[in-house]
C-alpha cells in the first residue's frame, strides 16, 4: 500500500514558505550566511530562518508564552501543511513531530543566568522538554489524542515520517501531520564545533576537500493520509510514500561505520519496501552533512546498492545547512518538490569527487526531468539511519 | 503483546528480584537509587563514561535479553520524558563556562537517542532503533511502536524507558511546584515483547492507547474499557497516577473508578512506589507483571498513567489465562 501526501510546510533559511525554498533551490540560493539572529559573540557560518522570534509570534498569533523558537518554527512549517483542513470525528487525526534540542534555545539563556545567579526566569523551562515542542503546535491545531515526538539526533525527521505512515498501514490513525523542527543554539553550535567537524566556510558535501559541516535551523511538515481519509477530504495526492526503514549501524556512538553498514541496511530496505528495485530510482537526496566521515560512508553505501548505476544524487545542505532533526523532513519536502516539479538540485559548492570512491554529485539545477521516485537518505548520532522512498501516485 | 521479561533499576529493591511487588513499600523522602554491580553487564572503559541513565538503561536491557534467551531483538524501542540530562547540563556548564576548546563527550551523551544507541553498540544490534520523548507518556509511545513491529511480523522487541534525577531538578521543581515537594527520582525499566505466546510469557499486554491534550478524561477511559470488553467490575486492580501526587481529590482514578464505582481498594498510586520521573508508567507496567505473575487470579490490570493533567495513557495489563 502507499500513503498519501496531500500536505507540504517549511520553513528554512532559504524561504519562510513551500514557494520561496522551491523558488531559491531553481535559483541556486544558499541560505548560509554569518549568524544574525542567534547571540554568539562570533562569525560563524549558519543557515538561520531569517526571521527574529517577535516577528515570528506576530506572524503566527502566537499569544501564550514562554514558547520556543523551535516551536514557532514547527508551527510556521505545520499550519502551511495542514492549510484548510478541517477536524471530522470520523478522521482519526494525530500529529508527530521530531525534534533534537526541544526548547534548548530558551534553556540554554535560563541557564546562563541561573548559573551567574542573575534573577532566572525558571518558568521558561516549561518549554525545555521536546514533548512541550509537539504539544504546543498539537493545541494551536486543534490536534488531540496520538501526539508524539521522536529524537533520534539527525535521522529523527525522516523516523517521524516512517512512524506516521506505519500507523496509517495498520490502521490506527487515518491522517497524520508529520515533520521535524529544530532551531539553532548554542548548544548545538558548541557540540558540533567540540566534535570538530564544524566547518568555517561553506560546506562542501561529496567533495574531496570538505571539511564538516554548516548548522541550520528550520522546520517542515507533510500531511500524510490514508485512502479512506483522501477520499473524505478530497485533498489532492502531490505523491506517495512508498518505502521507508530503519537499521542501526551499531558501529559508534557518532561516527558512522567505513563499510556503510547501517546505512546500507536503511537504503535496501526502503527501496525493497518500496517495491521498486534500485534501478528505479530517478534520484537521491542524500544525508551528506559534507563531514569526512558521513560522506564517505554514505557514498560507499550508495556504492554498495546501486553498484555502477549510481542514480542523480545531491546534497541540499549547502541551501540550507544540516538542520538536525528537521533534516530529514525538510528533505522530504524537497523529494516531493523534485517529482512534483521535475527538479534535481545541484550540489552547491562541489568541486572534486572524494578519492575513495570517485562519486560525483548533480552540480546544476536539472528540469523538466522524469523524476518519478527519489530516495531520501538520513544518518545520525548513536548509529540511527532512516531512508524514504518517494514515488509519482499511481 | 506478551512480555517475556522485564527487568528496573529503580529506588526500590526491583532488580533481578522476582516478586518484588510484594514487598516494596511506598518511598520516603530520602530514598536513593538501588545500582546493580553494572561491571557485570557494561564493560568497565566504557562504564568509566557513561551517566546514569545510560548505566540503568544498559544494564536493565541486558539483564532483560538474557533473562528472555533472546540474543538479538528485532528492534530496540526506547522512551525518555526528559533524556540524558546529566550530561546535558554538563555541556551546558563546560560551554558556557570554559573558554576554548571543549571536551565532546557529555554533547556526544547529551542526545536522547544515546540510550538506544549504547544499547545497540553494546549488543551489536542492527535492526530497528528508535527513541520517543513525549513527556509522561513517552513509554506508552514506545509500546505502541512496539506493537506496531510485531504487527509488522517481528518475534521480539526490546522495548523500555528510563529517565534520571539531577539535583537541578529540585530546585526546578521547588521553583515551578512549591508544593507538594516532589519525590524526585530515577529508573529504568525494560521488557522484551513477543508477538508469540511462549513459556517464558509473564503477561499480556492487551492495548495502550493515549490522549494527549487530553479534553474528558472520563470519556477516554470509558472508550478504553468498552473498547476491551470489560466492564469497571472486571478490572482487578488500577495503577495510577496523578499530576497532584498528594491528593487524591483531583485525581482522574479516583474520581472515575473510585468516586463513581467506590472501587478504592483496587487503587494503587504507583508514584508512591517509584517515586516522580516522568516515566514511571514503565515501572508500573513492570510491577503489574509481578503482582500478575505471583496472582495468577489478577486477569485485568489496569495502568492510567495521568501523571500530566493534559495527557493520559491506559495500558491494560492481563494475566495469560485471561
Redesign the interface.
Known amino acids: 500500500m502507499a500513503v498519501r501526501i496531500t500536505g507540504l510546510g517549511i520553513v528554512s533559511a532559504i524561504g519562510l514558505t513551500v514557494a520561496e525554498n522551491l523558488y531559491a533551490l531553481q535559483n541556486s540560493k544558499s541560505g548560509i550566511e554569518p549568524v544574525q539572529f542567534l547571540e554568539t559573540g562570533k562569525d560563524y557560518l549558519v543557515g538561520e530562518v531569517k526571521c527574529s522570534n517577535e516577528e515570528l509570534v506576530d506572524r503566527l498569533g502566537v499569544r501564550s508564552k514562554p514558547v520556543s523558537r523551535t516551536s514557532l518554527l514547527g508551527l510556521a512549517a505545520a499550519r502551511e501543511a495542514w492549510g484548510n483542513n478541517r477536524h471530522a470525528s470520523e478522521i482519526r487525526t494525530g500529529i508527530i513531530s521530531a525534534t533534537s534540542v526541544g526548547g534548548m534555545d530558551k534553556t540554554e539563556k535560563f541557564y546562563r543566568y541561573y548559573l551567574d545567579r542573575n534573577h532566572p526566569d525558571f518558568n521558561v523551562l516549561k518549554c525545555h522538554d521536546s514533548g512541550n515542542t509537539t504539544e504546543r503546535i498539537a493545541a494551536e491545531l486543534g490536534i488531540s489524542g496520538y501526539i508524539n515526538t521522536l529524537s533520534t539526533a539527525c535521522s529523527s525527521g525522516a523516523n517521524a515520517i516512517m512512524l506516521g505512515a506505519r500507523l496509517i498501514e495498520q490502521g490506527k490513525l487515518d491522517r497524520v501531520l508529520v515533520g521535524g523542527t529544530d532551531a539553532l543554539t548554542n548548544f548545538t553550535l558548541n557540540g558540533f564545533r567540540s566534535l570538530m567537524i564544524y566547518d568555517d566556510q561553506w560546506c562542501r558535501p561529496f567533495d574531496e576537500s570538505r571539511s564538516g559541516l554548516n548548522l541550520g535551523e528550520g522546520a517542515a511538515f507533510l500531511l500524510l493520509e490514508s485512502d479512506k481519509s483522501a477520499r473524505l477530504t478530497g485533498n489532492t495526492t502531490i505523491c506517495s510514500l512508498k518505502g521507508w526503514a530503519n537499521a542501526a549501524d551499531a558501529y559508534h556512538q557518532t561516527a558512522s561505520s567505513p563499510d556503510g553498514k547501517g546505512a546500507t541496511m536503511a537504503i535496501q530496505n526502503a527501496i525493497d519496501k518500496s517495491g521498486f528495485n534500485a534501478l528505479d530510482i530517478s534520484y537521491v537526496n542524500a544525508h551528506g552533512t559534507g563531514t569526512k566521515n558521513n560522506d564517505l560512508s554514505e557514498s560507499v553505501a550508495m556504492l554498495n546498492i546501486f553498484g555502477d548505476n549510481i542514480p542523480e544524487f545531491s546534497s541540499t545542505k549547502p541551501f540550507t545547512g544540516h538542520t538536525l532533526a528537521a533534516a530529514g523532513a525538510i528533505e522530504a519536502v524537497y523529494s516531493v518538490l523534485a517529482i512534483q516539479n521535475g527538479l534535481i538540485y545541484p550540489n552547491l559548492n562541489y568541486q572534486n569527487p572524494i578519492a575513495e570512491t570517485g562519486l560525483v554529485p548533480s552540480t546544476e539545477l536539472r528540469k523538466g526531468q522524469p523524476v518519478l521516485a527519489v530516495l531520501s537518505n538520513s544518518f545520525g548520532f548513536g548509529g540511527n539511519n532512516s531512508s524514504l522512498v518517494f514515488a509519482v501516485n499511481k | 503483546m506478551y512480555i517475556s521479561a522485564a527487568s528496573t533499576v529503580s529506588h526500590q529493591p526491583t532488580f533481578q528480584n522476582d516478586g518484588f511487588s510484594k514487598v516494596i513499600e511506598p518511598l520516603g523522602e530520602s530514598s536513593e537509587l538501588i545500582s546493580p554491580n553494572y561491571k557485570e553487564y557494561i564493560d568497565a572503559g566504557l562504564l568509566r563514561r557513561m551517566s546514569k541513565i545510560l548505566r540503568m538503561s544498559v544494564t536493565a536491557a541486558k539483564d532483560c535479553l538474557q533473562q528472555a534467551d533472546v540474543e538479538q531483538p528485532d528492534a530496540?524501542v526506547v522512551g525518555t520524558?526528559?533524556?540524558c540530562l546529566h550530561d546535558t547540563e554538563k555541556?551546558?556548564?563546560?560551554?558556557?563556562?570554559i573558554e576554548g576548546?571543549?571536551?565532546?563527550t557529555s554533547?556526544?551523551?547529551?542526545?536522547?537517542?544515546?540510550i538506544?544507541?549504547?544499547i545497540?553498540?553494546s549488543i551489536?544490534?542492527?535492526?530497528?532503533?528508535?527513541?520517543?520523548?513525549?513527556?509522561t507518556?513517552?513509554f506508552e509511545?514506545a509500546l505502541?511502536?512496539g506493537a506496531?513491529l510485531l504487527?509488522?511480523g517481528n518475534s521480539h522487541i526490546l522495548t523500555g524507558a528510563a529517565d534520571e534525577y539531577i539535583e537541578f531538578l529540585d530546585e526546578?521543581a521547588a521553583?515551578?511546584h512549591p508544593r507538594p515537594k516532589l519525590n524526585l527520582t530515577s529508573g529504568a525499566s525494560f521488557f522484551v515483547l513477543s508477538g508469540e505466546k511462549s513459556e517464558k510469557s509473564v503477561a499480556r499486554i492487551q492495548d495502550v492507547q493515549?490522549?494527549?491534550?487530553?479534553?474528558d478524561a472520563d470519556a477516554a477511559i470509558g472508550t478504553f474499557l468498552s473498547d476491551n470488553f470489560l466492564n469497571v467490575s472486571e478490572v482487578d486492580l488500577i495503577l495510577y497516577a496523578d499530576f497532584n501526587a498528594g491528593t487524591s481529590k483531583e485525581s482522574v482514578a479516583y474520581e472515575y473508578f473510585n468516586a463513581h464505582y467506590h472501587a478504592d481498594s483496587k487503587l494503587i498510586n504507583y508514584t508512591k512506589l517509584s517515586g516522580l520521573y516522568?516515566t514511571n508508567s514503565a515501572f508500573a507496567a513492570h510491577y503489574a507483571a509481578d503482582r500478575i505473575k505471583h496472582h495468577p487470579e489478577l486477569k485485568n490490570v489496569l495502568i492510567l498513567n495521568g501523571l500530566n493533567k493534559?495527557n493520559l495513557g491506559l495500558t491494560l495489563i492481563q494475566s495469560l489465562e485471561a
Open positions: 530496540i520524558g526528559l533524556g555541556f551546558l556548564n563546560n560551554f558556557l563556562t576548546l571543549l571536551p565532546p554533547f556526544i551523551q547529551s542526545t536522547h537517542n544515546t538506544a544507541g549504547q545497540s553498540l551489536g544490534n542492527h535492526g530497528y532503533n528508535m527513541t520517543h520523548t513525549q513527556n507518556l513517552s509511545h505502541i511502536d506496531l504487527g509488522e526546578a521553583q515551578l493515549v490522549a494527549g491534550l487530553v479534553q516522568p493534559d
